[in-house]
Structures are given as structure tokens and as C-alpha cells.
T-cell receptor, first 111, second 114 residues
Framework: QKEVEQNSGPLSVPEGAIASLNCTYS??????FFWYRQYSGKSPELIMS????GDKEDGRFTAQLNKASQYVSLLIRDSQPSDSATYLC???????????FGAGTRLTVKP | DAGITQSPRHKVTETGTPVTLRCHQT?????MYWYRQDPGHGLRLIHY???????DKGEVSDGYSVSRSKTEDFLLTLESATSSQTSVYFC?????????????FGSGTRLTVV
């Protein structure tokens, strides 16, 4: 079992719709959770972080965390073609100061 | 990219030759990391550093070594390159605890071993 799992996609949504990206993790000691966006041929960039159960909103992005279910999600409201990218889920545990990444979900937003 | 540069950006090398990739930062961040990214595997940690001359292995460290003689430079060396080391290599930096602040990535080095 991979430590951090994501549906590889591709996930395709129409412009203006809500895109929902999901991630599960295996280490119950995990404490910090991140979402990175990576455009094709570019490096990952941090877009959201979440540490407590519940929702965290930042503009059109909402991160959701459920530690009991070991589940993290990212919602993108009013999706735009510029949101088309691969989204990486990353998890940091209490025992390690390194981050474990999922393989990423490729999102396509169609005009 | 927030004061982090990787060199070279692209490299083609032959099997069996040593290769060194460089990561240079101007942010004075304590933590530096080397990852490789391959289709279907995502980003996997090779080595990391907590400070000058303080390094440790990640999950895919076999065949790689690192050195950090200055805060700003973190070098990754492939001792004898193999085709399985063809990949995109990313350096990342973190100020204080990455569990709180996450990483900033360099632009990456695309390495092809033929």
C-alpha cells in the first residue's frame, strides 16, 4: 500500500464547475497536509496547507481534512482553464521531517 | 523560484559515468531536499539535509550521494549513472519545520542516462 494515494485521473470538468480532488494516507501519525499544483514541465508550487480536521478556505480553494478516515481533499470552485494542472497531495508525519507525496491527479478544465 | 536554482536544467549522460547536480539557494534556509519525479511514482525523496555537513538518506537513496559544505549549496551525485536514474530531479528548500511551512521547489533538472 502506498503511503499517499491519489486517483491519477485525468479528471475533466467544465469551466465554472467544482473540481474535487481526493487523497488518502496510511500513516495515522501524520500531522500536516499540503496540496501542490504542478503545471506541465514546471515545478510543484504550494497552494494549500491544512493541519486540523475540518475545512480551510483560501479564495476558490477549499481543503478538507478528516483524520479519522485518513482523507484529505481539495475543492476548486468556479474552475478555470488555468487550473488545468496536476495536483499533488503531500503528507508530513510527526516522526519525519520529510514529506511524502502522492503520484498526483491530472485535472483538465474545459472551456 | 524564490531564490532557488538548479543546474544544469538538462543533461544527457552515458551509463557508468558520474554526474553531479547542483542546488543553490539564496534564502538561507536550513533544510534542503532532493527528490526525483517519475510517472506513476510521484515525488520520491532521495536525500535531505538539516544543515551544513548534516545529511540523511531518503526512501530511494541507493546509487546517490550528497554533500552540503555551505548553507546555500546542496549537491547530488550519481556515482555511476544507470538508465533507471533517468528522471526529473527537484531540489526543495524549507525554512524551519517543513511540517508547518511546506517546501519551495527549484525548476528541476531533467536527466537522461543513455
Amino acid at each position: 500500500q502506498k503511503e499517499v494515494e491519489q486517483n491519477s485521473g485525468p479528471l475533466s470538468v467544465p469551466e465554472g464547475a467544482i473540481a474535487s480532488l481526493n487523497c488518502t494516507y496510511s500513516d495515522r501519525g501524520s500531522q500536516s497536509f499540503f496540496w501542490y499544483r504542478q503545471y506541465s514541465g514546471k515545478s510543484p508550487e504550494l497552494i494549500m496547507s491544512i493541519y486540523s480536521n475540518g475545512d480551510k478556505e483560501d479564495g476558490r480553494f477549499t481543503a478538507q481534512l478528516n483524520k479519522a478516515s485518513q482523507y484529505v481533499s481539495l475543492l476548486i470552485r468556479d474552475s478555470q482553464p488555468s487550473d488545468s494542472a496536476t495536483y499533488l497531495c503531500a503528507v508530513n508525519s510527526a516522526n519525519n521531517n520529510d514529506m511524502r507525496f502522492g503520484a498526483g491527479t491530472r485535472l483538465t478544465v474545459k472551456p | 523560484d524564490a531564490g532557488i536554482t538548479q543546474s544544469p536544467r538538462h543533461k544527457v549522460t552515458e551509463t557508468g559515468t558520474p554526474v553531479t547536480l547542483r542546488c543553490h539557494q539564496t534564502e538561507n534556509h536550513r533544510y534542503m531536499y532532493w527528490y526525483r519525479q517519475d510517472p506513476g511514482h510521484g515525488l520520491r525523496l532521495i536525500h535531505y539535509s538539516y544543515g551544513v555537513k548534516d545529511t540523511d538518506k531518503g526512501e530511494v537513496s541507493d546509487g546517490y550521494s550528497v554533500s552540503r559544505s555551505k548553507t546555500e549549496d546542496f549537491l547530488l551525485t550519481l556515482e555511476s549513472a544507470t538508465s533507471s536514474q533517468t528522471s526529473v530531479y527537484f531540489c526543495a528548500i524549507s525554512d524551519r519545520d517543513s511540517r508547518v511551512y511546506g517546501y519551495t521547489f527549484g525548476s528541476g533538472t531533467r536527466l537522461t542516462v543513455v
